[in-house]
């Protein structure tokens, strides 16, 4: 199952054409790993990077844009773990309005030690949230 996260497509996040301009895209989908985190994870971004000195960049983006998007709908951001790596994290995400998709991506993120800059493994108790089925949270 997959972690859904819905957003409106807003005013901001569209272009002279009135559809989505595709950073708006980059920055939903941070929002929703974000939110994937808070609400499965069981830590938010605020605890993870502050408290933790633990940080999560994107270290690998794969986007297929299906369909535009348009100001005033609302998307559904589907997020499925693929993978938990060492210190990596393999996820998909596919957007859609209704039944229509609108985007595919691949997201590869990794742990980093923010006093370091460096990768390292994933904390026992995130590999284990990262590893525990959706529907389970």
């Not at 929002?31 to 994870?41: K, N, Q, R, Y």
């Not at 559904?76 to 998709?101: I, K, Q």
């Amino acid at each position: 199952m997959s972690f859904v996260a819905r957003r409106a497509v807003r005013f901001a996040h569209v272009d002279a054409a009135g559809i989505v301009f595709y950073p708006r895209y980059f920055e939903m989908l941070n929002a929703t790993v974000e939110d994937f985190f808070a609400g499965h994870v069981g830590v938010d971004f605020a605890t993870l990077h502050l408290k933790r000195g633990l940080a999560i960049p994107t270290v690998k983006l794969d986007v297929d844009f299906v369909a535009p998007s348009r100001l005033g709908e609302t998307l559904a951001f589907h997020l499925t773990v693929e993978r938990v790596g060492d210190s990596s994290l393999h996820l998909t995400v596919e957007v859609r309005c209704g039944d229509t998709v609108r985007l595919r991506a691949a997201v590869v993120i990794v742990s980093m030690a923010m006093a370091t800059g460096r990768s390292q493994p994933w904390p026992d108790d995130i590999r284990a949230a990262l590893l525990k089925p959706v529907d389970a949270a």
